[in-house]
């Protein structure tokens, strides 16, 4: 039987107030310089992931035709593990075919019943959604305050197993969490830290492995989760730690257990991917170099950049549609940059999300860093509400 008429009237009155607010999506194919991919090391159309992934459909096929339990397992997925693992220096790792689903097993097969998760309050949807999907008790602390962690875990002492949530480098604001500090109080309180990697794994570290390398707390994280579709160019993601922890994932996680295996053909992008971020160094010191460069430019001309360091560049404009025009404009002169608004951020906090990427040159950053601030100086004589600024605490949850 068909839906009753209410239910398409329903969903049109939320489609019209989408639009109202400027909040409608649409979807747009990439076009013009990259300034908003994820592709922060340009590994996505690197030869050799191409010739790598090209090469396994040959030989493995397109599909895995099953769960990775059942017939879905492959010789390819359990190297390609173990050199994760050797690179994240943990016990062992296991893939997943999203971030989203990484975190969505790793919070829903460890928590339990009577254990409480403490978890930043910008964390990503994938992390809060794990988080309401998992038994535990949740609880949310403010944005990057190690201080105010502590006191939470000092409330809850005896109160079953704590997990702290955080992202290492965060997607939206661009800023790092502080790592060692949360290290030192989960050690002392014998809680469990989870970190999210996902836009770090690949930048940080001496051998690129992340934040968690870059901060030398290898030993005191309880998994993390590195995407693979981010810096490493091709798609799926790692949960990483103790084999008996990898181990568990592999028994109990849902979206692994009840899910068919990736295509065995991202194996080979894969091992071409991590073998480049090993011996291209040269990557992440360009990435770092042209981060400082545009950041700097943004800064000097006054824009309302938060600080930071990462290739992560927030440029806050506050109002929704003020966001979108200026990403509008810039589109319109061939810079690929996209709006960032509410629900992905904070309402009040609209902003444009720049990701530079290891592609770009000293000529483009400038030219780009003079379109911008240009984009924005009109924008404010359009608008005259200024900046939204960081604000909002849990609203996302
Ligand atoms: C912090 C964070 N975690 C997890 C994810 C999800 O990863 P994936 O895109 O592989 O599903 C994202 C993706 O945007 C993210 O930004």
Redesign the pocket.
């Known amino acids: 039987m068909a839906p009753s008429p209410a239910l398409e009237q329903r969903v049109a009155a939320h489609i019209k107030a989408l639009g109202e607010a400027q909040l409608l999506r649409t979807l747009c194919p990439p076009g013009g310089i990259d300034l908003s991919s994820n592709d922060y090391l340009g590994l996505a159309r690197h030869p050799l992931l191409q010739d790598g992934m090209i090469r396994a459909v040959r030989r493995d096929g397109c599909g895995s035709t099953g769960s990775r339990l059942l017939r879905g397992q492959r010789d390819g997925f359990a190297r390609l593990e173990r050199a994760f693992a050797v690179f994240k220096r943990t016990g062992a790792a296991l893939y997943f075919s999203?971030?989203?689903l990484a975190?969505i097993a790793v919070l829903t097969t460890f928590p339990e019943a009577g254990d409480v998760i403490l978890s930043d309050e910008r964390n990503?949807a994938?992390?809060i959604d794990g988080i309401r999907l998992s038994s535990a008790r949740r609880l949310i602390f403010p944005h990057n305050d190690a201080g105010a962690l502590t006191c939470l875990l000092e409330e809850q002492r005896g109160t079953g197993q704590a997990f702290v949530v955080t992202?290492s480098l965060f997607?939206m604001d661009g800023d790092l969490a502080p790592l060692a500090d949360y290290a030192s109080v989960c050690r002392s309180m014998g809680a469990a830290l989870i970190v999210?990697e996902?836009?770090a794994v690949g930048v940080y570290g001496a051998s690129g492995s992340g934040l968690i390398e870059g901060t030398g707390i290898e030993d005191e994280v309880f998994v993390s989760?590195n995407?693979a579709?981010k810096a490493l160019g091709v798609?799926?993601?790692f949960a990483a730690g103790s084999s008996w922890a990898i181990d568990y994932l592999i028994q109990r996680a849902r979206p692994f257990v009840y899910s068919t295996a990736p295509p065995p053909a991202v194996v080979g992008a894969l091992e071409a991917s991590l073998s480049i971020v090993a011996s291209e160094p040269d990557r992440r010191a360009r990435l770092e170099r042209l981060s400082a460069r545009l950041r700097a430019r943004l800064i000097d001309a006054g824009l309302p950049v938060p600080p930071g360091t990462s290739h992560l560049i927030p440029v806050m404009l506050g109002d929704n549609e003020r966001a979108v025009g200026v990403a509008l404009a810039l589109q319109a002169q061939g810079f690929d940059v996209r709006a960032i608004r509410p629900p992905s951020v904070a309402p009040g906090t609209a902003r444009l999300r720049i990701a530079v990427n290891a592609g770009l040159t000293d000529e483009i950053v400038d030219r780009f860093a003079t379109a911008l601030t240009d984009a924005v100086a009109g924008s404010h004589e359009a608008h005259h509400g200024g900046h939204g600024g960081h604000g909002g605490s849990s609203w996302d949850e």
């Open positions: 999203s971030g989203y975190n990503h994938s992390l992202e997607s999210d996902a836009h989760v995407t579709g798609s799926g993601a």
